[in-house]
Nanobody, 119 residues
Framework: VQLQASGGGLVQAGGSLRLSCAAS????????MRWYRQAPGKQRELVAT???????AYVDSVKGRFTISRDNAKNTVYLQMNSLKPEDTAVYYC??????????????WGQGTLVTVSS
């Protein structure tokens, strides 16, 4: 079982990126999923959360700019990031609760994808 994150890159301030996090390895569904980020010299920060029922929550600094979503058919979660700012520069990590067997759920981390926003 693994989570594969992708979609990071270099973008100018005001631009957009969409991060993806694909789960593989025989899982049947995704429960709670979260995106974190860690900027150089800073602690890892929770950016966005989505429950299995679709409820979402965001850190104040990204509200109105970032959107967390999922495609259950593809076992993939997304983070759409618009109006990016230089302070959004960080390595972004996905974290998801995955169904790995009947009644068995486990949390996994993606490997991180670097987002760099230039001013």
């Amino acid at each position: 079982v693994q989570l594969q994150a992708s979609g990071g890159g270099l973008v100018q301030a005001g631009g957009s990126l969409r991060l993806s996090c694909a789960a593989s390895g025989g899982i049947s569904s995704i429960g709670i999923m979260r995106w974190y980020r860690q900027a150089p010299g800073k602690q890892r920060e929770l950016v966005a959360t989505q429950s299995s029922g679709g409820d979402t929550a965001y850190v104040d600094s990204v509200k109105g700019r970032f959107t967390i979503s999922r495609d259950n058919a593809k076992n993939t979660v997304y983070l759409q990031m618009n109006s990016l700012k230089p302070e959004d520069t960080a390595v972004y990590y996905c974290n998801a609760e995955l169904s790995v067997g009947p009644g068995k759920w486990e949390y996994y981390w993606g490997q991180g994808t670097l987002v760099t926003v230039s001013s």
